[in-house]
């Protein structure tokens, strides 16, 4: 049982590129998210789903986009690369839409420089 | 101000020694509280929460909730190595919308 499984684990980007975060889990959890984690800072939702075909900006969805064709599968991406977006991304899942008691299932995250 | 205010550490304590971590808050309409461990380079796991005031035991750890106070705090006893991470506190009002509001997380090590 893998969970979550973020790719890339490191990536570095120039300024302007573009790239997409891979996410995927084998849970079967409905509820899936983005989250980016900076020094000092908790941690910072861009976007989420509620299931396939779902999605909705969370609190810093600016500079992203994100898709969900299957149950599984969530992936990020951004256009057009700025230095603000250099951070570490978590992509998470969770059975139940107040995940209080069961928690969100993180993944190992994604550590983004963009130089 | 920040919603969730967490103290980044770091904070070293000696193997066997008594931890407490804490967090306060401004938001009256939390009612879930939740502790994650983050070990380096890895994404947080739910360590314990807690519904509303009051303490929750896990064997060595205790989450405590004050409501009153706006404060949390998570208590590990005869802390180890293997406790050395960063925790981060989490708190949601439970009315959906996805809105659960992480603090910045604290680092412990723990000395052997």
């Known amino acids: 049982n893998a969970g979550v499984t973020q790719t890339p684990k490191f990536r570095i980007l120039k300024i302007g590129q573009s790239m997409t975060l891979q996410c995927t889990q084998d849970?079967?959890?409905?509820?899936m998210y983005w989250y980016r984690q900076d020094p000092g800072m908790g941690l910072k939702l861009i976007y989420y789903s509620v299931g396939a075909g779902i999605t909705d900006k969370g609190e810093v969805p600016n500079g992203y986009n994100v898709s969900r064709s299957t149950t599984e599968d969530f992936p990020l991406r951004l256009e057009l690369a700025a230095p603000s977006q250099t951070s570490v991304y978590f992509c998470?899942?969770?059975?139940?839409?107040?995940?209080?008691?069961?928690?969100?299932?993180f993944g190992s995250g994604t550590r983004l420089t963009v130089v | 101000q920040k919603e969730v205010e967490q103290d980044p550490g770091p904070l070293s304590v000696p193997e066997g020694a008594i931890v407490s971590l804490n967090c306060t808050y401004s938001n009256s309409a939390f009612q879930y509280f939740m502790w994650y461990r983050q070990y380096s380079r890895k994404g947080p796991e739910l360590l314990m929460y807690t519904y509303s005031s009051g303490n929750k035991e896990d064997g060595r750890f205790t989450a405590q909730v004050d409501k009153s106070s706006k404060y949390i705090s998570l208590f590990i006893r005869d802390s180890q190595p293997s406790d050395s991470a960063t925790y981060l506190c989490a708190m949601s009002a439970g009315t959906g919308g996805f809105k659960t509001i992480f603090g910045a997380g604290t680092r412990l090590f723990v000395k052997a």
């Open positions: 849970m079967n959890h409905n509820y």
């Open positions: 998470a899942s969770s059975y139940t839409a107040e995940p209080a008691n069961y928690g969100y299932t």
